[in-house]
């Protein structure tokens, strides 16, 4: 009797453990370390938006930031890779252009760079100095805004393209830039994961038609926000609205995978500070019970939506008497649910928070 008691006490803290834990991140660089310093907390972490560019030193930039990041804040980078095919402005397929091979040149340099990132310091891939890295590729593909989504249009139609294309096309374009990857040799999914992320809105067509399949991908995500008044014919959203039935979809769309909030944020306007404290208190309550291993702060301003948690033009709090922030952010993150990093760790994180968001006891 006391044996099986005993297993079923390891079988709960066992599923406490797996259930109710979850790696954080956030946009913004420039405000390492101050936000660590704030939340008490180091981030596990640090976004870096990146479209595909024929300018080489944009490249060079991206690694060398990613470098800093690891070694100076203990970040570790997670790489929005947005595929703007830059040589085929006017075409409305480009999506098929970069599968049939028409950026293999510039994949290729990509991937020698990101092998040499994710070798560590003795520059040898596969062992135990090695780095890791997310790359968050051509997300949100089922809106209307971004040239890789089938049917992308009034941003679109600013650069001349009038594209006409098929998730059929996007999930050929996924797959052949992770089979690139793959054949370079370092593909591997304790090093590099895929996050495969949908916006909140569903523009396009159902979004499982998108899923490259349980391969190609480590995580799935979604990216929420509620933009208030700012934006044409919206009002103010409550994040039950904003993730309502969300997870039931990704979750529909693969079991096995780990869900990611990769972009979330909310603005004060019509409500105030105080609505947007309780917003943020809201997110990360349905995110522990919806079992999100991952999430990330937008924590990025334009004009004046204040979409920020830290360093924005408002808040309910000030720290170090220079930066305006949000407290219900910083009391969130002081549960231990949320998995930070460890600097002691040469790798900052064990596998199975990179891999899960979660760490096993065996």
Not at 2 to 24: D, E, G, R, W, Y
Not at 185 to 201: D, H, K, M
Not at 316 to 330: H, L, M
Request: with cysteine; aromatic share 16%.
């Amino acid at each position: 009797m006391k044996t099986s008691f005993n297993i079923a006490v390891l079988i709960l803290i066992l599923f406490v453990c797996q259930s109710f834990a979850s790696i954080f991140g956030y946009f913004s660089p420039e405000l390492s370390p101050s936000i660590d310093k704030w939340v008490t907390k180091t981030h596990t972490i640090q976004n870096f938006m990146s479209g595909w560019s024929g300018d080489s030193n944009i490249m060079n930039n991206l690694f060398t930031s990613m470098s800093r990041t690891w070694h100076e804040y203990s970040h570790v980078p997670l790489i929005t890779w947005m595929p703007y095919a830059w040589r085929n402005w006017t075409s409305p397929n480009p999506n098929d252009i970069i599968a049939n091979g028409g950026y293999d040149d510039y994949l290729r340099e990509f991937g020698i760079k990101l092998k040499k990132f994710l070798a560590g310091p003795d520059g040898i891939y596969g062992n135990k100095d090695d780095r890791r890295a997310y790359i968050r590729f051509a997300h949100q593909m089922n809106g209307n805004w971004f040239p890789w989504a089938p049917n992308c249009a009034w941003s679109c139609e600013q650069t001349g393209q009038h594209i006409s294309q098929s998730s059929h096309s996007y999930v050929n374009m996924w797959k052949h830039v992770v089979d690139l990857f793959d054949d370079m040799g370092f593909y591997n999914a304790s090093r590099l994961q895929f996050i495969w992320t949908v916006n909140n809105i569903n523009f396009q067509k159902p979004i499982e038609e998108f899923y490259p399949g349980d391969y190609y991908v480590g995580w799935i995500g979604v990216d929420g926000y509620n933009f208030g008044d700012t934006v044409p014919n919206h009002d103010w959203e409550p994040a039950t609205t904003v993730f309502k039935n969300v997870f039931g979809l990704l979750r529909n769309i693969s079991k096995e995978k780990p869900v990611a909030i990769t972009e979330f944020g909310s603005v004060t306007s019509p409500k105030g500070i105080d609505d947007k404290v309780q917003w943020i208190t809201d997110s990360f309550e349905i995110f522990k019970k919806n079992d999100v291993k991952m999430i990330l702060s937008f924590n990025v301003d334009g004009g004046k939506t204040d979409l920020s948690v830290f360093g924005g033009p408002k808040g309910d709090e000030i720290f170090q008497f220079s930066w305006n922030a949000y407290s219900s952010y910083r009391r969130a993150l002081q549960d231990d649910w949320i998995i930070g990093t460890n600097s002691m760790n040469p790798r900052l994180i064990s596998d199975d928070v990179f891999m899960f968001g979660e760490e096993k006891l065996f």
